[in-house]
């Protein structure tokens, strides 16, 4: 991305692209490491923008929330904070459309099970676990509480997509997240 008095230019300015050219630019972006992070998160941030516009229709918002998604996993990165940033987003993302745009259990990104599975696959404790050692996180290691707010931020959309969930395994092992995060750091 330009800075200076370029920016304000059409070519340069994301915002007013239309998602065809962003999917490409993201695609070349991924194929030839021709573009930084800052851009294809500006190219994700657009996207969730446009996703969020409620003057446009419904499939367009949820194609533009698949864009923003495409681009988000592809920049997850491989240390545990990057990741956790990156997942926070994917599961904020996916429960927002299924709150606003509704569930489509054909397609796993707007599925609330399969958001619901995501979840519990990036956590690596349970909700006792989590809760014990909250009880004194003061005192724990950094990378004790790291892991535990990590674990607050991948819970943060559970109030919403509980709702969601059919009754099940599933859910009953999410449900106790929603009181656990209130003790976490």
Same mark, same amino acid.
């Given at each position: 991305?330009?800075?200076?008095?370029?920016?304000?230019?059409?070519?340069? &300015?994301?915002?007013?692209?239309?998602?065809?050219?962003?999917?490409?630019?993201?695609?070349?972006?991924?194929?030839?490491?021709?573009? &930084?992070?800052?851009?294809?998160?500006?190219?994700?941030?657009?996207?969730?923008?446009?996703?969020?516009?409620?003057?446009?229709?419904?499939?367009?918002?949820?194609?533009?929330?698949?864009?923003?998604?495409?681009?988000?996993?592809?920049?997850?990165?491989?240390?545990?904070?990057?990741?956790?940033?990156?997942?926070?987003?994917?599961?904020?993302?996916?429960?927002?459309?299924?709150?606003?745009?509704?569930?489509?259990?054909?397609?796993?990104?707007?599925?609330?099970?399969?958001?619901?599975?995501?979840?519990?696959?990036?956590?690596?404790?349970?909700?006792?676990?989590?809760?014990?050692?909250?009880?004194?996180?003061?005192?724990?290691?950094? @990378?004790?509480?790291?892991?535990?707010?990590?674990? @607050?931020?991948?819970?943060?959309?559970?109030?919403?997509?509980?709702?969601?969930?059919?009754?099940?395994?599933?859910?009953?092992?999410?449900?106790?997240?929603?009181?656990?995060?209130?003790?976490?750091?």
């Amino acid at each position: 991305m330009s800075t200076g008095s370029d920016q304000r230019e059409p070519e340069h &300015d994301l915002s007013t692209w239309p998602i065809e050219r962003l999917q490409a630019f993201t695609t070349d972006a991924f194929t030839t490491d021709a573009h &930084d992070w800052s851009q294809l998160e500006s190219v994700r941030v657009v996207a969730q923008q446009h996703a969020y516009d409620s003057t446009q229709p419904r499939d367009a918002r949820r194609h533009w929330a698949e864009l923003s998604l495409l681009v988000n996993r592809r920049m997850r990165g491989t240390g545990a904070e990057g990741s956790a940033r990156e997942r926070q987003q994917d599961f904020m993302l996916r429960t927002w459309v299924i709150d606003h745009l509704g569930p489509a259990d054909e397609n796993s990104n707007w599925s609330p099970e399969a958001l619901g599975a995501d979840t519990l696959a990036a956590l690596a404790f349970s909700p006792s676990e989590a809760a014990a050692l909250a009880s004194n996180w003061r005192e724990l290691p950094l @990378k004790q509480i790291r892991e535990l707010r990590r674990h @607050k931020n991948l819970t943060a959309h559970l109030e919403l997509l509980i709702g969601y969930l059919q009754p099940g395994p599933t859910r009953d092992r999410l449900l106790p997240w929603i009181e656990t995060r209130q003790m976490l750091p």
